[in-house]
């Protein structure tokens, strides 16, 4: 794995089999990624390398970190939905990210016309280090799965015992069943998990 940043704009994160070949995608976003540094590091960020990739942190707290994926140029920031964003331009890596968010460039004009606005979300980022705040991750809603939905309509006695359940074992179930790509999946790990819940355990409890 990448250890140095200049090995990462020249190999990229090597955590794929493409890293150090023509194919790695960071040779798409090199121009984008260094004019992003200078902006992290001016705001007194300390530029490090964790997981292959360029990582920025404040008194050892991670606070931001720039990636390149296929089809952009991203930044990170771990603790992106405390981040005021009035113009909505962070937006979640995934369905299950629940404290990250990111901005997504495609061309250095995005980078240089946000340029401000990126600056405001990095200071709010280290004020939230500085202070100490982290997410509430129990507050976070998850989608309900509508085979779960479906499930209950038949079944009274599972949706009494989960609609029982703490936030956090709800979450980690609709987590669990979410996660599965397919519907006969989802129905399989709800059944599974229906003796569990109707004991009011969560998916970790014994």
């Not at 200049?6 to 995608?25: A, F």
């Not at 200078?38 to 991670?62: D, Q």
């Not at 952009?72 to 909505?88: H, R």
Request: with cysteine; hydrophobic share 35%; glycine share 6%.
């Amino acid at each position: 794995m990448t250890t140095t940043i200049q090995e990462y704009l020249i190999n990229g994160c090597k955590r794929c089999k493409l890293g150090g070949t023509p194919q790695c995608k960071i040779h798409r976003w090199v121009a984008c990624i260094e004019l992003i540094r200078p902006i992290l590091k001016a705001s007194g960020l300390r530029e490090e390398v964790k997981w292959g990739a360029p990582c920025y942190t404040f008194e050892g707290k991670n606070v931001a970190m720039i990636s390149a994926l296929k089809d952009a140029c991203v930044l990170v920031f771990f603790k992106g939905t405390l981040i005021k964003d009035p113009e909505n331009l962070l937006k979640s890596p995934g369905p299950n990210s629940h404290e990250a968010r990111q901005f997504k460039f495609t061309s250095l004009e995005e980078i240089e016309s946000t340029h401000a606005y990126i600056l405001a979300c990095i200071k709010q980022a280290i004020e939230i280090e500085r202070k100490g705040l982290t997410v509430d991750k129990e507050a976070v809603p998850e989608a309900m799965p509508p085979e779960l939905i479906d499930c209950f309509a038949d079944d009274s006695e599972l949706q009494a015992a989960f609609e029982t359940l703490t936030p956090g074992r709800k979450r980690g179930y609709l987590i669990h069943f979410n996660q599965a790509k397919q519907s006969d999946t989802r129905l399989r790990r709800i059944e599974k998990w229906r003796p569990h819940i109707l004991k009011g355990k969560g998916m970790h409890d014994r």
